[in-house]
């Protein structure tokens, strides 16, 4: 969750992020979960059935402005589906572990006091 924050914060650009907060976007986006019924619809096309809770642009929404609200070129992924298409936004193994030995560090120091 906090690389999502610091991505959104420090690498998106500021009219995508306005974009992703904008009341258009957010209705947009709660119909497309409801037609998708909150799942995965890469993992339905390959057999499996997985919960999702992204919306994700087929064709990126920086390159196709135009199309950033057709609810055709929106889907319902999961997180991992999600990461494979934009694998720039995604954790590395070495991030998953240090955030599990900092949650880890954390804890513990919870525990002395």
Known sequence: MAKHRYYDKYKRNKEARAFYKSAAWLNCRKIVLIRDTYLCQECLRKGKITAAN??????HLEEYPDLALDIDNLETI???CHN????EKAYT??????RKINAIKVKA???IY
């Open 54 to 59: 992204t919306v994700h642009h087929i064709k």
């Open 93 to 98: 193994k070495k991030e998953k572990q240090q």
């Open 109 to 111: 120091n919870k525990e």
């Open 78 to 80: 999961c997180r991992p």
């Open 84 to 87: 494979n298409e934009h694998p």
